[in-house]
């Protein structure tokens, strides 16, 4: 399983960005997909999550700003992030699970991992 991740920028407060997870590999479709991030000097930290079911999970820092959802035939988990604040400025991993899993916001959770893509947020 491989993950790649795109859409990341550089972005005024209060703007938009989506995030792009293309899963390829077994059974792309029956993992749950997460995205964490990782901003300067801090550890990495879950940020949404989608189960193989399609179920959503959000950490209370997003909830209500970004959406988290999948399109199957294309096999991408897309991250839209919306009222974007400095405090969202991070480097954007998205990562996958076993077969038929829920969501986790544990990173230990998530046995592979795309390269991140940096999204940068000014004041």
């Known amino acids: 399983v491989q993950l790649q991740a795109s859409g990341g920028g550089l972005v005024q407060a209060g703007g938009s960005l989506r995030l792009s997870c293309v899963v390829s590999?077994?059974?792309?479709?029956?993992?749950?997909t997460g995205w964490f991030r990782q901003a300067p000097g801090k550890e990495r930290e879950f940020v949404a999550g989608?189960?193989?079911?399609?179920?959503?999970t959000y950490s209370d820092s997003v909830k209500g700003r970004f959406t988290i959802s999948r399109n199957s035939v294309v096999r991408t988990v897309y991250l839209q992030m919306n009222s974007l604040e400095p405090d969202d400025t991070a480097v954007y991993y998205c990562?996958?699970?076993?077969?038929?899993?829920?969501?986790?916001?544990?990173?230990?959770?998530?046995?592979?991992w795309g390269q991140g893509t940096l999204v940068t947020v000014s004041s």
């Open positions: 989608i189960s193989w079911i399609n179920t959503k």
């Open positions: 590999g077994r059974s792309a479709n029956d993992r749950a």
């Open positions: 990562a996958a699970r076993n077969l038929y899993s829920s969501v986790s916001d544990l990173q230990a959770d998530y046995s592979y």
